[in-house]
């Protein structure tokens, strides 16, 4: 954002290189981190545009959340991201008139895909934010027999027996991408094909440490790494979670602005606040170096 809270398409290209230095290989556009709730459709249209050229400059995988309560402007975002070159798109729950169970939900998306149906799709479950819980691996089946281009979830969602379920659904056929970064460790010991997540924005060489010490067996390294996650990320909630978490941004040298209304900007003293409590448990050491 400007600090109007306009959109600022220009910072796109710098938030793409400054990802891919980091080592992210993919990147999810609008999502919850992107207030994709905040922005008019016009708006995460041109952001799909912006992110589109920025993405294949950056050779990173690019996913499109075209997620609405609005059916026409959920397909509109689908038809936004087909042109801009997207690689996949993604989409949460109606979040208003919310849908009653998963075979109403599978009917929803295959309306909403409907502009694109050759495009692979996630669904993105975060019940915390949508509001709607419902049996994700229920719904995993009927998407594979009723959306062409089905490949898994995005998984925000608390429920461990649930990401169990869906995990060993019908031998692990659905890929699931885990969205809880405090938890990382534990997505992937239980067979999570990869993850998405705020602070992997800024933090992701922490996380890329946490991947690494697992696929070496090194599980007491893992654990030690997802530890300076969780209290990381413990700090963040008492600050108020994703305005602190943009307010990171600037500090490890990548401003993406305020937050728009209605969250709120830090305060000037809660920003110094924060710089303190981040060098004191050593967070610009180890997060994002």
């Not at 669904?123 to 691996?137: E, S």
């Not at 379920?165 to 692990?172: D, T, Y």
């Not at 728009?260 to 994002?288: H, N, T």
Request: hydrophobic share 45%; aromatic share 10%; charged share 20%.
């Amino acid at each position: 954002m400007h600090d109007d809270f306009s959109v600022n398409y220009e910072r796109v290209p710098a938030q793409a290189e400054h990802l891919a230095k980091l080592g992210v290989r993919g990147v999810f556009v609008g999502g919850t981190t992107g207030e994709c709730q905040s922005l008019t459709t016009g708006e995460r249209q041109k952001l799909f545009e912006a992110w589109g050229s920025a993405a294949r400059n950056n050779r990173q995988h690019f996913v499109a959340h075209v997620g609405h309560n609005s059916l026409p402007d959920a397909q509109a975002l689908v038809r936004a991201a087909s042109g801009s070159g997207a690689d996949v798109i993604s989409a949460m729950a109606p979040t208003f008139f919310k849908p009653a169970n998963a075979e109403a939900l599978c009917d929803w998306f295959v309306e909403v895909t409907r502009p694109a149906p050759e495009m692979p799709f996630y669904f993105y479950d975060i019940p915390l934010m949508t509001g709607v819980t419902l049996d994700t691996r229920e719904f995993i089946d009927l998407a594979k027999e009723r959306l062409p281009r089905f490949v898994g979830v995005k998984f925000s969602n608390f429920d461990d027996d649930m990401l169990q379920a869906c995990v060993r659904n019908k031998g692990g056929s659905a890929s699931i991408l885990y969205g809880i970064d405090q938890r990382l460790l534990h997505g992937l010991s239980v067979g999570c094909h990869g993850a998405v997540g705020s602070t992997y924005n800024f933090a992701a060489p922490l996380y890329r440490r946490i991947q690494a010490a697992f696929d070496e067996g090194d599980l007491d390294a893992a654990e030690a790494l997802q530890a300076k996650s969780a209290g990381m990320i413990k700090l963040f909630m008492e600050c108020d979670y994703l305005p602190t978490a943009k307010a990171v941004m600037a500090l490890v040298g990548m401003d993406c602005g305020p937050v728009r209304p209605p969250l709120q900007r830090l305060s000037p003293a809660s920003l110094d606040q924060l710089q303190r409590d981040l060098d004191a448990m050593g967070f610009f050491d180890w997060a994002v170096n």
